[in-house]
């Protein structure tokens, strides 16, 4: 008598089975993976922004004349990130200038702020 080394149909089913449990397991972890790089990536370029808001109040500070700058241009982000360009937003058709408001006095920028939209603040 000749015996076949082979799996058996319930062999088979379980396998398939487990690897459904695992992966049922595995993919909602995986789902929102790209939403939270962006809410990352967001706040990251969102800190390094206010900061660099800080160097250039505190630069002109040091004259007496301390101010914020009117927008974030190219001028500023210059001056103030070694890359010479502000850091990008991870939708690539807004401005960081739609979340940056500020508020004058006597012709000078005295405080701003920096709000910031759903991709920076979405809850994980």
């Not at 939270?36 to 706040?43: G, R, T």
């Not at 190219?74 to 502000?86: G, Q």
Request: glycine content about 4%.
């Amino acid at each position: 008598m000749i015996k076949n080394k082979s799996f058996t149909l319930i062999e088979l089913i379980m396998v398939i089975v487990i690897i459904g449990i695992l992966a049922s397991m595995a993919i909602p972890k995986f789902i929102n993976l790209r939403r939270d790089a962006q809410i990352a990536a967001c706040s990251q370029s969102l800190g390094a922004i206010r900061t660099a808001l800080g160097n250039y109040y505190a630069r002109y500070a040091i004259d007496q004349t301390a101010q914020f700058p009117a927008s974030l241009d190219a001028t500023f982000a210059a001056d103030y990130f070694s890359e010479r360009i502000l850091p990008t937003h991870p939708n690539p058709s807004v401005d960081w200038n739609d979340y940056y408001t500020t508020s004058i006095f006597r012709g000078v920028v005295t405080a701003y702020t920096m709000t910031s939209d759903p991709v920076c603040t979405s809850s994980i």
